[in-house]
């Protein structure tokens, strides 16, 4: 089984910055890509970015410029560092990876329990 776990919550000011880790382990084989979605209360769940292996970035409109999203291959660990935080960046950050699992083909997806993040005053 695979497990991801998070890191790295908490409150912080208007302003302020955070940095959240995910490491994943198990029996792992390889990970293509991983990323942090956040879900705020009364909203959908929403990618916030995503990094592949071979280091493809993908983030939201809406942290662009403020977070930056890397990850330490051979730990099995992706961070991102969130700055300029917004009141509207509360949320739970959820830590995504897509895993192919020691003696399988596929890739899978995994979520990790969860952060909150609490910007406010």
């Known amino acids: 089984q695979v497990q991801l776990v998070e890191s790295g919550g908490g409150l912080v000011q208007p302003g302020g910055s955070l940095r959240l880790s995910c490491a994943a382990s198990g029996s792992i084989a390889s990970i293509n890509v991983m990323g942090w979605y956040r879900q705020a209360p009364g909203k959908e769940r929403e990618l916030v970015a995503g990094l592949t292996s071979g280091g493809s970035t993908n983030y939201a409109d809406f942290v662009k410029g403020r977070f930056t999203i890397s990850r330490d291959n051979a730990k099995n660990t992706v961070y991102l560092q969130m700055n300029s935080l917004k009141p509207d960046d509360t949320a739970v950050y959820y830590c995504?990876?897509?895993?192919?699992?020691?003696?399988?083909?596929?890739?899978?997806?995994?979520w990790g329990q969860g952060t909150q993040v609490t910007v406010s005053s």
């Open positions: 995504n990876a897509n895993v192919r699992r020691v003696g399988q083909w596929q890739y899978i997806g995994y």
